[in-house]
């Protein structure tokens, strides 16, 4: 490997060379597809059967692809191993009944198809922008479909990196001479750090925009049968606050305050999203799934009688408004807490999101914490009670029994496989399995 002040040197002089070029990095703020598009055929859910989904993350290979399939093996071996993981996940997801799978396919500023905006992952090959010799998203698609399974292209819009370590900022100054390059490299002025990562400003327009030709990419080259968005719109921890002072004072004017101008700039991102995902192929259902805490009571006379922290306050996320907007398909809050948890009670929040989509066309899914289940919890000890079984089972009960709830969705694939869930495991195939 080379030393960090080797790699920066080479660095610092493919800038230069690219700075005296006689075209600078090509722009990738791509237009929107036309509107009159073909819908694609999509896999139609089952009418009436429950949403039985689960997440599937890429990012820092939580689920997939696995390590060994990275590190010292040839092109052939690796892609052999990413699709046989692959292919036996699905295979174990279907024995469970689980009938959606939400495959992360945007972990970061990187893709996991060919992309015309984006590099290719480092999740695939451990280089960012290195061709693994497959499309895995494509590869996916087929698989889960051949298994009567759907597939939700999950994003994350705004994170560019997991970490601001000097390695990273060089891997990613590397991409220059990459087309496409990395946003890092073409629009670091769209770029901030805040909770220890680079992120993209949510305020600026062109930001927006790009996230949307993203995902418009996606949905004009696939079948995919939903796009997703998670819940990392704005994040900020009180030592690495997002830095968009500047952005405020050029766009913010006539908000009365900067949180009002936020959660602004966060339904623009989800109106265009969904608005050109219509667009394109009205077939393909858009959704997001947020922290479960919409606004506590205390907070806002229409919030859950909670108290933990909450999207509209700390994501800058207005997530009620949307579903009452009409702007997504489905909501997912993930209430990752028990029924004894008195700050974020299960059934209060379940209950309370019930309420919410009661009036409108928008489903409601239920995200349950699959990585607690088993695992000790001195503020949570129901996790260990006979495996977690027993809250496992109150909370699919929940879900079954309460009108407007249309399904769970589980948090997430790999923890299947850890030990302190196989009663879990059990249980699920029993009751949803074949």
């Known amino acids: 490997m080379r030393s960090l002040t080797r790699s920066g040197a080479l660095v610092a002089c493919a800038l230069l060379l690219a700075s005296c070029a006689s075209k600078p990095p090509k722009s990738l703020v791509t237009p929107l597809p036309p509107v009159a598009r073909e819908p694609q055929p999509t896999q139609p859910q089952h009418p009436g059967e429950p949403m039985r989904g689960i997440w599937l993350a890429t990012v820092s290979r939580l689920d997939w692809p696995p390590l ?47 992309s015309r905006i984006l590099p290719w992952s480092d999740t695939l090959t451990g280089t960012i922008g290195q061709d693994p010799g497959y499309d895995p998203l494509q590869f996916m698609l087929d698989e889960a479909h051949r298994r009567g399974m759907q597939v939700h292209a999950w994003f994350n819009p705004y994170r560019v990196s997991t970490n601001i370590k000097p390695s990273t900022v060089a891997e990613l ?141 700390e994501s800058f996320a207005d997530t009620r408004l949307w579903v009452q907007k009409g702007y997504l398909d489905y909501i997912a809050p993930q209430i990752y807490w028990p029924f004894t948890r008195k700050a974020a009670r299960y059934d209060v929040l379940a209950r309370w999101w019930a309420d919410v989509v009661k009036s409108t066309h928008t489903r409601l899914y239920i995200g349950v914490a699959l990585y607690k289940v088993g695992e000790p919890s001195r503020i949570e000890p129901e996790w260990m009670v006979n495996g977690g079984v027993p809250e496992l089972k109150k909370q699919l009960d929940l879900n079954e029994s309460v009108p407007h709830i249309d399904g769970t969705i589980l948090f997430r694939e790999d923890y299947l496989n850890k030990p302190q869930a196989q009663q879990a495991v059990n249980y699920l195939q029993r009751r949803w399995g074949s």
């Open 68 to 114: 060994a399939s990275v590190n010292g093996v040839d092109g052939a071996t690796r892609i052999a191993m990413q699709k046989k993981a692959l292919t036996d996940k699905l295979d174990k997801l279907r024995r469970l009944g689980i009938n959606t799978v939400f495959f992360q396919v945007k972990p970061d500023g990187t893709a996991l198809w060919p």
């Open 173 to 313: 100054n590397r991409t220059v001479s990459l087309n496409p390059a990395s946003v890092f490299v073409l629009h670091r002025d769209w770029v901030r750090t805040a909770g220890d990562r680079y992120v993209l400003d949510p305020g600026i327009p062109e930001v927006r925009d790009w996230i949307t030709s993203i995902v418009a990419e996606v949905v004009s080259r696939y079948p995919v049968d939903g796009v997703q968005f998670d819940d990392y719109f704005y994040t900020e921890t009180p030592g690495s606050r997002l830095q968009d002072e500047q952005t405020f004072r050029r766009y913010g004017q006539g908000f009365a305050s900067k949180a009002d101008w936020r959660r602004h700039n966060t339904q623009l991102l989800i109106e265009n999203v969904s608005r050109t995902i219509k667009q394109i192929n009205p077939n393909v259902a858009f959704g997001v799934s947020p922290a479960g805490v919409w606004r506590n009571r205390s907070h806002d006379p229409a919030g859950s009688q909670t108290s933990g922290a909450a999207a509209y306050d």
